[in-house]
């Protein structure tokens, strides 16, 4: 018997990245110790752990018989990205900007920021309807 953990937004962080810092560093702050929240334990959460509690399968893990969703992240920066800092980097350092390449389910769907195999606009217009809805609704 146990909770299943996994990191999400409400919708008013537009870089998830910033969730995953967020998570790192104020449970850091709270309990006034480094080595609480370690980087491969955020991303486990933001990973395989918010896959898990949404309820799907096979997903959220790079794995033989796993669904090949995945993100190509620039690594360059002033530091060197090594197997030993490689999630301290990941969560520290990157955001959306740094991603290169979006895979879900082994298809490429986004490369160097542009949306692949769907229309954006039309995406973005039903976003931004669902969003003016939902703002009268809790506004009346």
Do not use: C
């Not at 669904?67 to 990941?90: C, F, G, I, K, S």
């Not at 490369?111 to 195999?117: C, F, I, T």
């Amino acid at each position: 018997a146990g909770v299943t953990v996994g990191l999400g937004s409400d919708g008013y962080v537009n870089d998830f990245y910033e969730v995953v810092r967020a998570t790192f560093l104020i449970h850091k702050a709270h309990k006034q110790d480094p080595r609480v929240m370690p980087a491969p334990l955020v991303w486990y959460l933001a990973t395989e752990g918010g896959a898990r509690a949404l309820g799907l399968e096979k997903v959220g893990r790079i794995a033989e018989g796993w669904q090949a969703d995945l993100q190509l992240v620039d690594t360059r920066m002033p530091t060197p990205t090594e197997a030993h800092n490689l999630y301290d980097q990941l969560v520290l350092w990157r955001n959306a900007s740094h991603v290169r390449l979006v895979m879900v389910a082994g298809q490429v769907r986004v490369r160097d920021g542009v949306v692949l195999g769907a229309d954006e606009a039309a995406i973005i217009a039903r976003a931004h309807a669902a969003a003016r809805k939902l703002w009268k609704m809790t506004t009346e």
